[in-house]
Each structure stands twice: as C-alpha cells, then as structure tokens.
C-alpha cells in the first residue's frame, strides 16, 4: 500500500520552502543565474538599436542639408547664332596643330634664318611666317625647303624688304603656308 502524507499543518512560507522538490530549486537557481546575461544582452541589443536610429537620422540630416545646397540648374538657354560662331571661332583656333606646324617649321629652318613669327590662321589652315636672312639665296633656299615639307601644300613668298636702319642689312621676309587640314 501506498504511503499517504497527511498533513494538517496551516499553509505557510516556510513550509512551502521544505515542501518544494529539488528539481525545482535547481531550475530557479539556473532560471536566475541566466535572467543577468540574459539582461545585459537585451540591454546592449536596444543600445545598439538606438546608436543606429541615431545614425540614420544623422545621415537624413546631412542629405537634407546637402540637398538643399545643391543650386537648381537654370532652364536650357539657346545660345545666340552670333555667340555661338564666337565659341567656334576660338576653338578652332585654340586645336591649330602647334606640334605639327612647329615640327615642319623647325625642320626646315636653318641656322641662316632667324625666325621672328608664326601666326597661324585655323580658319584659312594657314600660317604665316615673319623671318630675316642675311641675303636674298638664303631667303630662296628657305622657301625651297618648306615647299618640300609635306604638312604644307602651298608655301608662297608674300613679301620681302631690306632693314636699312640695321648695319647688317638683313632682308625681312613674310610666307603664307598652308597646311593639310585635319581629317
């Protein structure tokens, strides 16, 4: 038969302590050994929660404030047909092949000569070339040498005069070139 536990004691704490089973206590005790890690966790995770709200509110934020200070482009203007020839005009002339011309003209420049100015012209694909010669042979091989270089297709001597007023009297020369224009 089975052992009965008859108990008429009244209802208290301390009996309920000496009742309870140890399985019980054991559970509490692991129960409130977890409950501190387990708060200190919970405590970081909503920490970590916050810095990035915070986070994301800033990054709002600075993109409202650089948004405001981005200009609003002004509407697309047409450019007046006067203004627009200007523009070509000086970029045409700012892409005048200066490596190439200078190249040709160094070339065929010998020490004979002293070369006084180039002054090209991109609209005409021409240039012309201000330069002094001790003597008229030297002024004609010169012209000779740029009609044999092939960047120019035409080379003409535009004109000639002698400085008097320099004791060497050397001859002033002025030659229209043009070159190949670019493809």
Known sequence: MRK?????????????WYRTPRGTWSLLVVA????????STVAQYRGLQRAAAERQAQVARTQARAAARVPVAAPARAVPPAQAGAVNTAVQ????????????VQAATPATIALLALEPDAKKSSVRITAEAKNSDDMIAY???????????????ARHEINEQDPNRPIRFQIDAQWRPAQ
């Open 143 to 157: 012209v000779e040498a740029l009609q044999h270089i092939e960047w120019f297709t035409t080379v003409l001597l």
């Open 93 to 104: 002339q700012l892409n005048v092949p200066w490596r190439g011309l200078h190249d040709a």
């Open 4 to 16: 009965v536990h008859i108990d008429f004691a009244p209802p208290s704490l301390r009996r309920a």
């Open 32 to 39: 409130l050994g977890l409950a501190g890690p387990l708060a």
